[in-house]
């Protein structure tokens, strides 16, 4: 196999959650490397497209919610933010600016609102005219009752994932792009990959491919994770009188989200349609249902869509991330299924992805480390 290049790891997928992976792994293994005084592991991203973050990570609403998703995915939310504030710090240009978020209720709503108070120190019960306070636009009838996380965040997604790309360039990771992976085969020691600009040999796989996870999988022969990208729509339209102050308002049922945009609104209708793993595209009902749904519970009076766009949120059967060694294959670790949480979980589950593929620890408070799967259709990754 002499000639080709060889890599100890090769990360496939440029997305915030390859290159923040890469820069924790890089990282890492260099300080491990010099307390053993051995050499530092030779990490190269392998992207498809032109540029990193061009899919999923390049479409989000970059929104950082405590009170947001599952147990698993709030823990790893909460350890994240710090590192994200300590991020921010360090580099200068903070990632994070305070936008609170509202969960609204309807009369039949209440049991979901409740279940959502229940256990969730993030966010505090308020009465209609609370939540009305925070946004003048919702209609007084469209409420029952409200939650409100006051120290919601908006997250900078392009300065996060640059700082990413500039930490794994400092630790010496190969970032490529425009490069595909088509196949590999185990060797026993190592991978030896096919990409569309020839082949490669890498000890082991970081599977970071997003929509593309289980496609992936598949062209390494290692059985999926049975992940599946849903598809969620976002547009933004012009909207006399909204504040830029305004918060996120998100319904409690999932059936829609708003929030300001450059002098706009954002909005989605929270969709989660089945998709194959493509380069996503609104379609013009999903936008229509958004505007139909917000003016339903605002007084805003939407017009002009100025702009839309659509992106694949990929989830596992738990909707929990997908991360560590696959059980079955040596040589290849799954970083996927970040599901509605890719942004705001990735400092903390890069963190933990890296220790776990160099064998260290890393403690995320609140988190069963056995709660998350490893790959092989759902089972709990090895402890
Ligand atoms: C509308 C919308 C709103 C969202 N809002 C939020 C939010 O507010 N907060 C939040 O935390 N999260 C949010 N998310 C989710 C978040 O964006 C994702 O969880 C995150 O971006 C996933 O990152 P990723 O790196 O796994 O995937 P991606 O960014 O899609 O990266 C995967 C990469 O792998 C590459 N790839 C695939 N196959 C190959 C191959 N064979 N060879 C080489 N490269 C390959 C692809 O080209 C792609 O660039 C939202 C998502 C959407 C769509």
Redesign the pocket.
Known sequence: MSGIERVDVAI???????MSIAAELAELDSRLAERSEREPLRLTV????HQF?????G??????LESYGSPEVRALTRASRVILDAMGAESGTPLLRTRPLVWIAREDQLGLLNALLTGNPAVRGVDPAGARTLCPALRPEAIARAAVERTAQDVDVDGLLELYRTRAAAAGVRLRTA???ESGEWTGDGWRLTTDRGELFAGRVVN?????ADA?ARRLEVAPAGLTPLR?T?AVVGAPGVLPSWPLVLDVGDAFYFRPERGGLLV?PADETPSPPVDAAAAPADVELALERVRAATTLDLRTVRTSWA???TFAPDRNPVVGPDPRQEGFFWF?G????????APALARLAAARLLGEEYEVPGLDPGSLSSGGRGQPAPA
């Open positions: 496939i997928g440029g997305g915030m959650a390859g392998l992207e498809r497209e973050g061009y899919h999923t990570t479409r989000s609403v970059a929104a950082l490069i595909g992976l970071a491919a997003g929509a593309w992936v969620r976002v989605s992106g694949l949120r996927a970040q599901g509605g949480a890719g942004i705001q979980a």
